[in-house]
């Protein structure tokens, strides 16, 4: 992980609360933040989700457990409002991520057909440019080949 020995040392030395690590009164800090975390909400039981300090065990059904997200906004976000609108919130998630199918507003319309637009114009200008080559160059050789023609006479 990149991180010196020094600094970890450091740390699990100031994890414990006295010197002797083989003393009976010396206790972790870091392991009992754990195990009253686990005695608060108890996910050591499975399936369990922990949201907004709120313990979800057993059987979760995905409708609960996102009324709980979204019950944790002040200002529920637009996802929350349309999911919760939803019957069958099934419909709305693939392999763990929530789809959301707004469509297309008239703003993007608006703004696909002004880039088809200014796309076909740089293509007609290139298109355009490419044709009065092709023509100046057929010209210049029949107007050669007259010339030609014309001195062998």
Request: charged letters at 20%.
């Amino acid at each position: 992980m990149g991180i010196p020995w020094d600094q970890t040392k450091e740390c699990v030395q100031k994890s414990f609360t006295g010197k002797d690590f083989s003393s009976s009164d010396v206790n972790n800090t870091l392991i009992d933040k754990d195990i009253t975390y686990w005695e608060n909400y108890g996910t050591g039981l499975y399936p369990s989700v922990v949201i907004n300090n709120s313990t979800f065990r057993g059987q979760l059904e995905t409708q609960a457990v996102m009324n709980a997200i979204c019950a944790g906004f002040l200002k529920a976000p637009h996802f929350c409002k349309k999911l919760l609108k939803n019957k069958d919130i099934l419909d709305d998630i693939g392999a763990g991520v929530i789809y959301f199918d707004d469509g297309y507003r008239i703003k993007h319309l608006v703004w696909i057909f002004f880039v088809f637009v200014i796309v076909l114009c740089v293509y007609m200008c290139l298109y355009r440019r490419k044709a009065k080559r092709e023509m100046n160059a057929m010209m210049k050789m029949q107007i050669e080949t007259s010339v030609s023609n014309y001195q062998v006479l």
